[in-house]
């Protein structure tokens, strides 16, 4: 635990993910770095905006004081509202653009169960749209959504991500007002697809340019085309898919029918695949449109944001660089809960991560922080009184996250702890509360 003015800066047993070192470089690398020693320290402020994510049902002295509930008897300083207002404006986005840009990534290892298929990572793309508050600084940038009805009540940010099927981790995300579409924001997702990946998408995304694009990548494609849409036979094969063409991009189409069973009844749809994989002996149609299933991960990712984290509720940042913050902050939160998910499960030889509850993760999260469970004792109070550099060079892995920003000195992380010691969520199932760390 930090001393003096930095001990509310922690995020629990989630500080084990996102360790000061990791928090100082991030501002250092972002020039976020008080000139002044301050009852507010930039580390603390970045803490408490990760930790407002956890608890969207208070203000930010709300907050602060879930941070500060178990440091009884240190001296701590009562910031004002303003003044917490003051000190998140100071901070701006940049730092927690930073961290997500250092954190995301698919989070999965190559014997990680449900993350591959046939060799190949499993990746969705898709959008949703969140919530801000209607006032005219907000509205200098964010607009209403038009509808039948009149409309949306309040202005909307749309957000698009690449997640990780297996895990739910998020390996990208842009953001941004509602009057560009997903396939406008599509494009700056590409430079995050690899070779050995095949995206998932919905039929929005079936545009021949943009299939184009992302074929260059070397990464293949499973996505869905309108019922509608005539597409030419050049052979057929007999799994009963047939080549095609999207532009200049040689595909191969699959129709199949899907049924859905629920406690109402059964639905059946009719879906029209087409994939870059053309080897119809090495990946059949059958498999194809089972694989495709699993494009509905990422809608319970953005289910677990939006209803699990937020609760439904509109975000609280009130001016477009507000949102900003909040966005990138709410993406950090996430990453890291699913990223102790991963690990947690990784304790269990064979265990795919979608056995794990995330409101379970999620709960636990909070609690460890009220009683600042596991927070490191690594990292105090910096010397200088500023920032800290980093400990050592133990980067994270390239396997799981991408390095740092080239400016930037490596970030660190802490050793990881013995696999006995990461808490389990599994199954939904109430854990015992542990005060050891979760990487």
Request: hydrophobic share 40%; charged share 20%.
């Amino acid at each position: 635990m930090a001393g003096g003015r930095f001990a509310p800066g922690h995020l629990g047993e989630l500080t084990q993910l996102i360790p000061f070192e990791m928090v100082d470089e991030a501002l250092k690398a972002t020039g976020r770095v008080q000139e002044r020693l301050r009852d507010l320290p930039s580390r603390v402020v970045v803490y408490l905006l990760l930790a407002a994510c956890l608890f969207p049902e208070v203000g930010y002295p709300g907050v602060w004081r879930k941070l500060t509930g178990a440091l009884a008897g240190l001296p701590l300083a009562a910031p004002s509202a303003s003044a917490l207002a003051q000190a998140r404006r100071r901070i701006g986005a940049a730092p927690l653009k930073w961290l997500f840009d250092l954190l995301k990534g698919p989070v999965a290892g190559p014997r990680t169960p449900g993350a591959w298929w046939r060799g190949l990572l499993v990746v969705a793309v898709d959008g949703t749209t969140m919530t801000v508050p209607d006032n005219p600084a907000v509205l200098t940038r964010f607009t209403k959504q038009a509808g039948n009805h009149g409309g949306t009540g309040y202005p909307q940010v749309r957000l698009l991500a690449l997640v990780a099927c297996g895990t739910r981790t998020l390996i990208d995300a842009v953001f941004g007002p509602t009057t560009s579409g997903e396939t406008t924001y599509a494009p700056r997702l590409l430079p995050s697809l690899r070779p050995g990946m095949i995206l998932l998408a919905d039929r929005n995304f079936a545009a021949q340019g943009l299939i184009n694009d992302i074929a260059v990548t070397g990464a293949e494609v499973l996505v869905r085309l309108k019922s509608g849409r005539r597409m030419p036979v050049l052979a057929r094969y007999r799994d009963g898919s047939y080549l095609s063409v999207l532009g200049p991009v040689q595909v191969r189409v699959v129709d199949c029918e899907i049924t859905v069973t629920t406690r109402t009844g059964k639905h059946t749809g009719l879906y029209r695949l087409a994939t870059t994989l053309l080897d119809h002996h090495r990946h059949p149609a059958g498999e194809l449109a089972t694989l495709y299933h699993q494009r509905w991960e990422i809608e319970t990712t953005y289910l677990e944001l939006k209803s699990t984290i937020l609760g439904g509720r509109v975000l609280r940042a009130r001016t477009p660089e507000g949102i900003n913050q909040e966005i990138h902050a709410l993406l950090v939160v996430y990453q890291l809960l699913r990223t102790a998910m991963a690990d947690a499960t990784g304790t269990r030889p064979g265990t795919d991560p979608d056995r794990a509850g995330f409101s379970i993760a999620w709960q636990a999260a909070r609690d460890q922080i009220v009683l600042a469970a596991g927070v490191s004792s690594r990292g105090c109070c910096p010397n200088d009184g500023y920032a800290s550099a980093p400990a050592s060079s133990n980067a994270p892995s390239p396997s799981t996250r991408p390095e740092a920003p080239a400016s930037t000195g490596p970030a660190t992380k802490p050793p990881p702890a013995s696999k006995s010691s990461r808490p389990q969520a599994l199954d939904d199932t109430p854990q015992p509360q542990t005060s050891r760390p979760w990487h």
